[in-house]
């Protein structure tokens, strides 16, 4: 589904308002047009035009249009639009853009909005609330928090007859071990895992690489961890395959490019796989059985984990925006308004708004509350979140991609994978 965008892709209106007895606000300099854009699934794309129906219908005089597409095809399109100066006012961006668009000067600088009040941070989780800064400006809101964590099938290793470990104190060779005795108890129609190279990679290997005291970019935006911690992260992945702990590999590639529909807990062909927290309804309703989260393995068993809340996306307002009082007015309302929670409730993360979180919790489905309730329980034993990636860290995922894909058919060694990534991750970041 497509929402095609403004012919002019101007967004115009005057800035300012008065209070209005709905609690929205009139347009005291005419009325307002902005452009708001954002993606994901069909299902994000009518939460996501119910918000805007409300919001005008809470604020006469304004019109907002929507532009929606996948993920993929969204960043070429942000990218042509902020290049034309037709940009949207308002638009989803996501953790591997906010520092690139902010030293393009795309974004604009939110925090005047907030030191007024007009965005208010007060209620954000402070695990994440200033995950938008570079510097010491504000250029990006978080919509919320989501983790990184192994979602598992337990019938699944109970109908194999394997016990499913202790996620305080396993080990990654223990998480690839106890796949491969799933996988070979079914006879291969149930495969223990999926590949971990492929799905989130760079986030997967983000977390190894922390759990050994280093980053995948470190403070300064320079690449922070060392050529030797990658080839071993491989080597778990070339691991698991050659053990038959993941499928072959074409069948790997094949669920890869088949999204989190075609997933294997979501399928009933696997017993685990990395996803994200606001995912495991979908792989719920596709598995048809209950679903359990488990924390990353350590190397040592040791539970240090490398894992951390991440601003599951952002909301940003576009520097040539000519309604900016506006667009931040609406991004205070999309992050703290107990009507807009109701709607999109944990599509977008849990609610970075913590009181809006506890607010919802009770009505999320059973998926979506165990994500709240392991969220609570992992908090504690997190790391802080990384900084923002440097300007060309959206390149990473699909190098990574590329690499594990070339390992896993045998065309390049694991060392000489991780050299030329490392190459071409500094090329890509210069």
Not at 206 to 223: K, P, S, T
Not at 319 to 334: G, I, N, R, T
Request: hydrophobic share 40%.
């Amino acid at each position: 589904m497509l929402l095609t965008t403004a012919a002019c892709g101007g967004d115009s209106g005057g800035g300012g308002g008065g209070a209005a007895a709905d609690g929205g606000t009139t347009r005291e300099d005419g009325p307002v047009s902005m452009r708001m854009s954002w993606w994901g699934s069909d299902t994000r794309h009518a939460a996501t035009q119910q918000l805007i129906d409300l919001y005008e219908s809470q604020n006469e005089g304004v019109t907002i249009e929507g532009d929606f597409t996948g993920f993929a095809d969204y960043w070429d399109r942000l990218a042509t639009g902020t290049a034309g100066g037709q940009a949207p006012c308002v638009m989803q961006q996501d953790t591997r853009y906010v520092r690139e668009y902010a030293d393009r000067n795309a974004l604009l600088d939110l925090t005047p909005y907030i030191e007024d009040g007009t965005i208010d941070t007060s209620n954000l989780d402070e695990n994440v609330a200033e995950t938008g800064m570079v510097e010491d400006a504000t250029y990006a809101i978080p919509t919320g928090v989501n983790a990184f964590s192994l979602v598992v099938d337990p019938q699944a290793y109970a109908a194999a007859g394997v016990e499913l470990p202790d996620d305080s104190s396993w080990t990654w060779d223990e998480m690839v071990e106890t796949a491969a005795q799933v996988t070979e108890a079914t006879g291969g129609q149930v495969y223990g895992m999926q590949a971990m190279g492929l799905n989130g990679g760079d986030t997967n290997f983000e977390v190894y690489a922390r759990e050994q005291g280093e980053a995948l970019f470190d403070e300064n935006g320079e690449i922070g961890f060392t050529q030797e911690t990658l080839a071993e992260w491989w080597n778990i992945e070339k691991q698991a395959s050659e053990t038959g702990a993941e499928p072959p590999p074409s069948t790997t590639v094949e669920v890869f490019n088949g999204g989190v529909d075609q997933a294997l807990v979501a399928t009933g062909r696997g017993a685990s796989g990395f996803w994200w927290t606001n995912e495991l309804p979908a792989l719920t309703a596709g598995a048809g059985t209950e679903l359990q989260f488990m924390r990353f393995p350590t190397e040592e068993g040791d539970g240090e984990t490398g894992m951390y809340l991440k601003p599951a996306m952002f909301w940003a307002v576009s520097s040539s925006c000519e309604s900016p009082q506006e667009a931040a007015m609406l991004v205070d309302w999309l992050i703290n308004s107990e009507d807009a929670v109701e709607i999109i409730k944990a599509d977008r993360g849990l609610p970075v708004n913590t009181e809006l979180r506890d607010q919802i919790a009770p009505t999320l489905d059973p998926a979506g509350q165990a994500a709240v309730s392991f969220v609570e329980e992992i908090t504690p034993d997190l790391q802080d979140p990384p900084a923002l990636p440097p300007q060309g860290a959206g390149e990473v995922q699909a190098i990574l991609q590329r690499y594990t894909e070339q390992i896993l058919f045998d065309q390049i060694s694991v060392e000489d994978a991780a050299e030329r990534f490392m190459t071409e991750v500094e090329s890509a970041i210069a």
